[in-house]
């Protein structure tokens, strides 16, 4: 008998891979096309400096907190129409946000495009997932997929500086629409369709959805304030503990759940769980050299919102070539770890070159070579850590084990840009206290070494992340080892 799992291969998938890489792409570059555009929004609506944050916070919050509710809503509802609701939604969003007159209608209209987002992105992974099963073609769909990935967020600032200065700040937010509204027309007729079991009862876990994302909304909300309040504040404290508080509860509730949001079984794989400790921890480095190379080639070297943009660019190119051109051809023939690892050393050693930035330090010898290193690291560690977080998991569970890989990026970034902001500005804090504080050139000095030292902890921080990977993955290709899936969903059932 023909199941959706035994079926020949769709003859479109390559037309849906890029439809799905569309949409993956969409949603990354949103979490940073907005940044450059901010200070000519916050003219143009009047917005205090205190509040205008919001405009990446409640992308942030939204986006964060619910991506465990949007992967399981794709589990029990069908992936392609929660991917199709989630970019209308998603086209909608962007729109009230483009027309918004005030700041609140801006942040708000932020907010609903993380919550869409939140429906998209765990859909996007996991219809790739269903998609293509033949080893030799998931390397290369999720080489793609890691790729953009890897490189949307600076493609997200070279497009952001392009709009708001050749067009409006708005076209940051208008240009989602027309993308989305294509993507889904494209998706409606090449996507897979779902094979769901009408015969099971359809039960949402609303405490575990509760707890779940009101746990990652604290953790993300508490590590957003950190950056203007500081990590001693009683309000990022308590948001950070009562945060970790609802995951224990959570992980608790989840073990006593026959319909769990989170199955446990899926974080409790080692491979998984390394690849997706792994992601978070090289997000945290990565997202702290897109925010200090974006101040000091701006606000030091004096580079336009353009010219800074295109700075990231062959960052972004050496994302692409290390995870399509390389690790998507090594992939079934070496073990995982054997990529991930050394994408992380690749990433600190980049780091590591950039902390003999200077003032005037030349682009092209000090900027360049830690931009080629990091983008050749992080292509090797997305792509095989993207792959893993859905191999050999039943089809019903593939939206609940791609939001694991999503909240692992979300959390680190918003951990890796509070943290590292955090201590690059109390460095340069101490070190203009014992000079003159009013010479420009003092000034300067300050915050490139607040940049040196925080790069460093972030350096620290991919070396740790290659122990982990190390320790945890031990994963090695098997011919044919996506067509375990359903014997592993059978044994599940049959316990």
Known sequence: MTTPDTQAADPRRWWALAVIAIAQLMIVLDATIVNIALPSAQKALDISDADRQWVITAYLLAFGGLLLLGGRIGDLFGRKRTFLVGLIGFALASGLGGFAVNG????????L?????????????????VTFRDPRERATAFGVFGALAGGGAAIGLITGGLLTEFLSWRWCLYVNVPIAVVTAVGASYLLVRDHIDRSRRVRLDLPGAVLGCGGLLLIVYGTSEAVSRGWSDWLVLTALCVGVALLAVFALVERRTEHALLPIHLISDRNRAGGALAVGLAVIGMYGLFLFLTYYLQ????????????SFLPM?????????????????????????????????????WLTQLKVDSSYLTTVLPAELLLGLGMGLVFMPTMNLATLG????????????????????????????????ASVTAAYLATRNPTDPLVQAQGAVHGYVIATTVAMGILLAAAVVAFLLIDHRPAPGEDEGRDAAAAARAAV
């Open 316 to 352: 972004t190119a050496a994302i692409v070539v290390s995870a399509a051109g390389i690790a998507s051809r090594l992939m079934t023939r070496v073990p995982t770890r054997n990529l991930v690892v050394p994408g992380l050393l690749l990433g600190a050693a980049g780091m590591a």
């Open 299 to 310: 606000g030091i070297q004096g580079y336009s919102p353009i010219k800074a943009g295109v």
């Open 393 to 424: 998991v039943a089809p019903e569970e593939t939206g609940a084990a791609s939001a694991i890989i999503n909240s692992a990026q979300q959390v680190g970034g918003s951990i890796g840009t509070a943290l590292l902001n955090t201590i690059a």
């Open 113 to 129: 495009q993380g919550a869409f987002g939140a429906l998209l992105a765990p859909s996007a992974l996991a219809l790739l997932s």
């Open 104 to 111: 609140g209608m801006l942040f708000a209209a932020r907010a």
